[in-house]
């Protein structure tokens, strides 16, 4: 199956497409995991953190405050200290509550109930301090703050940590994840763009064989023609759009070919027609002007013949006058005398009239001449352009 020029030009490009297509989502895909991994590194992972940190140290400050009031029970300052450490304590609260919010992994769930557990059982040994504090109790204060407050925070402290460590462990996953997936969708959007860049290449090559090497060809021929080559034939072996290009110039070559043939035979012909017409011509005018001598011979004749018969009359009219003086001798020798006379009248008519007929037949004859020298004219003229045509059609060479 052969692939016509347009639809390889919409194939090549439909590919290049396809790369880009994929390369760009690829890209997309790529930022959006590395984009989610910071986020939930920067909205999540450190922000439990840092709400982690916050309650723990809240409520440490709450029990640093507790501790000192515990130290001096009878300084004018304690209700301000209990005010101070209850403030404390509901900002520990608060941070605690803000942790609890946010969104957790399920692997994460464990811990923070674990953690949550040490968390209330400090929580409830610090209100238990509070209130001891604020009831004078000093013993039940000491012995909470000597047996429990310790042990709690240490406990959840430790929980605290194992949860922030998993938090980072979970950060680092995901970091991991998005620094693979960024190394794979590189890999991958370089293997793209090579086979873009090949695909380039090959869409170039391919194009080039379907559209420069037929064009190159074809201008060649037409160079060809125009210097008047039109027997090399052009070879169409495609059926594609340059192959239908190559067609319809071989089919002009030969188109041309016909018409410069033919003009080429009629160019030969009236050459030939012409030569014969000017021959024709100039052996016309040679035996015009044979006649014009013949006549001009006849005319002299005529003249001389005319002359004669002048003569004869006079002498014949001499006679006459002879013959009168010799009436009683000859009456009827006088009257062929008379007949003759006439009849030499008669002849000298004739002769005017033979003259004026010459006249007119020379006259003719010269017109016929002047005929003869301008359709010789044309012959040579006509002669003169068949071959100036003959000539411009010799440029084209014919198979």
Same mark, same amino acid.
């Given at each position: 199956m052969t692939l016509t020029i347009r639809a390889r030009i919409a194939l090549t490009f439909a590919l290049l497409a396809a790369l880009l297509t994929v390369s760009g989502v690829l890209g997309f895909i790529s930022t959006q995991k590395a984009n989610s991994a910071n986020r939930d590194t920067y909205r999540n992972?450190?922000?439990?953190?840092?709400?982690?940190?916050?309650?723990?140290?809240?409520?440490?400050?709450?029990?640093? $405050?507790? +501790?000192? $009031?515990?130290?001096?029970?009878?300084?004018?300052t304690v209700p301000d200290q209990l005010d101070r450490a209850s403030g404390f304590f509901r900002n520990s609260d608060e941070w605690w509550s803000k942790f609890q919010q946010m969104p957790h992994e399920p692997d994460e769930l464990p811990l923070i109930a674990k953690?949550?557990?040490?968390?209330?059982?400090?929580?409830?040994?610090?209100?238990? /301090?509070?209130?001891?504090?604020?009831?004078?109790?000093?013993?039940?204060?000491?012995?909470?703050? &000597?047996?429990?407050?310790?042990?709690?925070? !240490? @406990?959840?402290?430790?929980?605290?940590?194992?949860? @922030? @460590?998993?938090?980072?462990?979970?950060?680092?996953?995901?970091?991991?994840?998005?620094?693979?997936? /960024?190394?794979?969708?590189?890999?991958?959007?370089?293997?793209?763009?090579?086979?873009?860049?090949?695909?380039?290449?090959?869409?170039?090559? &391919?194009?080039?064989?379907?559209?420069?090497?037929?064009?190159?060809?074809?201008?060649?021929?037409?160079?060809?023609?125009?210097?008047?080559?039109?027997?090399?034939?052009?070879?169409?072996?495609?059926? +594609?759009?340059?192959?239908?290009?190559?067609?319809?110039?071989?089919?002009?070559?030969?188109?041309?070919?016909?018409?410069?043939?033919? $003009?080429? !035979?009629?160019s030969e012909s009236v050459s $030939?027609?012409?030569?014969?017409?000017?021959?024709?011509?100039?052996?016309? !005018?040679?035996?015009?002007?044979?006649?014009?001598?013949?006549?001009?011979e006849t005319a002299a004749s005529m003249n001389e013949l005319t002359s004669a018969v002048k003569q004869n009359t006079d002498n014949a009219r001499t006679g006459s006058d002879l013959a009168h003086t010799a009436a009683n001798v000859a009456t009827r020798g006088s009257e062929m005398v008379q007949r003759v006379v006439d009849t030499m009248s008669e002849i000298e008519g004739s002769s005017r009239k033979i003259d004026t007929a010459v006249t007119q037949m020379d006259e003719v004859t010269q017109q016929n001449a002047a005929l003869v020298e301008q359709v010789t004219a044309a012959a040579q003229a006509l002669d003169t352009q068949s071959s100036k045509l003959s000539s411009t059609v010799q440029v084209f060479r014919v198979a």
């Open positions: 992972k450190l922000a439990e953190s840092t709400a982690i940190d916050n309650a723990e140290i809240y409520i440490a400050r709450t029990r640093l $405050v507790l +501790d000192r $009031v515990a130290l001096h029970p009878e300084a004018s953690t949550t557990g040490h968390r209330t059982a400090m929580r409830d040994a610090v209100a238990a /301090f509070t209130r001891a504090l604020q009831a004078g109790d000093k013993e039940t204060a000491d012995n909470i703050a &000597m047996t429990q407050l310790s042990d709690l925070y !240490s @406990k959840m402290s430790a929980a605290n940590n194992e949860v @922030k @460590k998993h938090l980072y462990e979970n950060a680092k996953t995901r970091y991991e994840e998005a620094e693979s997936n /960024f190394y794979l969708f590189s890999t991958v959007s370089a293997v793209m763009v090579v086979l873009g860049l090949v695909a380039a290449g090959l869409g170039w090559v &391919m194009l080039r064989r379907a559209i420069m090497n037929p064009l190159n060809y074809a201008l060649e021929s037409l160079q060809d023609i125009s210097a008047g080559n039109l027997s090399k034939p052009v070879r169409a072996q495609r059926n +594609d759009e340059m192959g239908l290009l190559l067609e319809s110039i071989e089919k002009t070559r030969k188109e041309l070919g016909n018409v410069t043939g033919s $003009v080429r !035979s009629g $030939v027609a012409t030569r014969e017409i000017a021959a024709g011509m100039i052996d016309l !005018s040679a035996r015009t002007e044979e006649q014009a001598a013949s006549l001009q």
